[in-house]
């Protein structure tokens, strides 16, 4: 198969209907899908071919899901590249995947260049808002002189459709390999495990770039008939205004939006009654902003889990409940999960170790990382590196990552426990508990805060605080005050960074 059927079979199912909104412009899936199909000629008369690598480097806008689709289209390969990212990691994906076509914006063109130079495999920069020169195509005109009759290239269920890059907290980005058919398990597993309102209407603001967002959009192809109102940046007035105006219904976004969404100041001044799904994913949400947002908002957070291995949409709390705060929730119908020990044998219900998953939607492996790729895909299951248990009712609950174990005098304990009572805190916006080196047991506890905006506090009263909730041996011996917690671009908080900031 090839995952852009989908899209072509959502037009015959429903008809032509408005799919898309950005900037108050409207796009139907009909106008959407045949400008996909004049991108697709363009490409191929620039020379890709099925297989061939395509960088789609650019903020969220409708030239993303056209490029998408082109690129399936004609059996190429989708990889979606964060414009956030630094030069570094941008040139190292562009080095890595050796795409020979960068579909792109002006603004982003500096950056492109350096990763050009220095990759030397990039013959094609197309730019969406530029018009044609000596070394850039134009989109808009490539489109102009393209036909919109295009056959869709037939493809192996197992052959590759995108190669996503992960967000490297631990070390360089690893290419993800996704096939057309793991692409389609997911969306399917989706949609038989939870209840999806007719024509529902999501506000997209997480980046497009990443698995979780291309999971939701092929997802929303195979459904049919709603509308995805696609915002450039987050910024909460902006999701507010969308949700009242167009009755938005859906909404997914990281731990860090909901902080900032608890921060704003008039929670009563745009009406946001169409809601009835707030998702929660990519890190942990701690159980105050949970609270807090309800005590707010009047609405539950409803959390889940995945991994860019496994196409990211893998396990949920249900929608209409029960949902078990502080949980990641059941396993994606088709998905199974179980907890190991370290030599992979299952664990019972309430004991920790590590969480592993076998779902139609894992990744064929890591792009050219063979060594790497045999160290967690083993029998058919992925080893996740997350730590956590199940219990009697068959929810999972993560712990912590087996990296960000602190080890005080041989005993095990997770960051994330001291995480939850740091937050608990009246004055605390933040916090993440690291490791630090210790003479006399190893490792003991650092913690870092953010304040609440106008916030003062002193080291020893967040101390305090924590010891009256933590035992003394999970208490943290040192608290710092920083203005941000440093994390990676879908809000993981990059505990090695401030391991960095102890030494």
């Known amino acids: 198969m090839n995952i852009a059927e989908l899209a072509e079979n959502e037009i015959r199912r429903f008809g032509e209907h408005t799919s898309l909104v950005f900037e108050n412009q409207e796009w139907t899936n ?45 059996g190429a390969v989708v990889v979606p590249v964060n414009y956030l990212i630094g030069e570094e990691e941008t040139t190292h994906i562009y080095q890595d995947c050796g795409a020979e076509t960068v579909i792109s914006s002006c603004t982003l063109v500096p950056k492109i260049e350096a990763a050009r130079n220095r990759a030397g495999t990039v013959k094609n920069v197309i730019l969406v808002d530029k018009e044609a020169t000596e070394r850039y195509h134009s989109y808009g005109e490539l489109l102009e002189e393209s036909s919109d009759e295009l056959e869709i290239t037939k493809t192996d269920d197992d052959d590759l459709a995108t190669l996503v890059y ?33 024509e529902q209407v999501s506000i997209f603001v997480l980046p497009l770039c990443h698995m979780y967002g291309i999971g939701m959009v092929i997802t929303g192809y195979l459904k049919g008939g709603g509308k995805g109102i696609v915002l450039r940046t987050f910024d909460v007035d902006k999701i507010f205004e969308a949700i009242e105006r167009y009755r938005g219904q859906y909404f997914a976004g990281v731990p860090t939006m909901y902080v900032y969404m608890l921060l704003y100041p008039h929670p009563k001044k745009y009406d946001l009654s169409s809601m009835w799904w707030w998702q929660s994913g990519a890190a942990p949400l701690s159980l105050e902003t949970w609270k807090g947002f309800k005590d707010k908002y009047g609405f539950e957070i409803v959390e889940g889990w995945g991994l860019t291995e496994a196409s990211a949409l893998n396990c949920t709390n249900p929608i209409h409940g029960p949902i078990k705060v502080g949980s990641i929730g059941k396993p994606m119908k088709g998905t199974e999960m179980r907890i190991v020990d370290n030599d992979g044998r299952e664990l019972p219900i309430g004991r920790e170790g590590e969480i592993i998953i076998r779902t139609p939607s894992l990744m064929k492996g890591y792009w050219n990382r063979p060594e790497e790729t045999a160290e967690v895909l083993r029998d058919g299951w992925l080893y996740t590196g997350d730590i956590g248990y199940v219990d009697a009712d068959g929810y999972f609950f993560i712990t912590d990552r087996k ?34 080196r210790d003479e006399i047991y190893g490792e003991d506890i650092n913690a870092f805060v953010v304040l609440k905006p106008g916030e003062c506090a002193t080291p020893q009263e967040i101390i305090d605080w924590c010891s009256c909730r933590l035992t003394a041996f999970k208490t943290p011996k040192e608290v710092r005050f920083i203005d941000a917690l440093p994390k990676n671009l879908i809000g993981k908080v990059l505990r090695r960074e401030l391991k960095t900031m102890t030494r």
């Not at 907290?169 to 209840?195: E, F, N, Q, W």
Request: hydrophobic share 40%; aromatic share 6%; proline share 5%.
């Open 166 to 198: 992960t967000a490297g907290t631990t070390g360089r980005p690893k290419g993800v390999m996704h096939s057309h058919y793991g692409l389609y398990s997911c969306a399917r597993m989706v949609i038989d495990t939870l209840t999806w309102p007719k």
């Open 403 to 436: 990296k960000d174990l602190i080890i005080k005098a041989g005993e095990n304990i997770h960051p994330r426990e001291i995480d939850e009572v740091l937050c608990a805190h009246p004055k605390v916006c933040e916090a993440a508990a690291v490791g630090i």
């Open 30 to 74: 009909v106008a959407m899908d045949r400008a996909a199909r004049k991108l697709g000629n363009g490409l191929r008369k620039l020379g890709v071919k099925r297989g061939d690598r395509v960088i789609i480097h650019m903020p969220n806008c409708p030239e993303v899901f056209q490029s998408f689709q082109a690129v399936w289209k004609i």
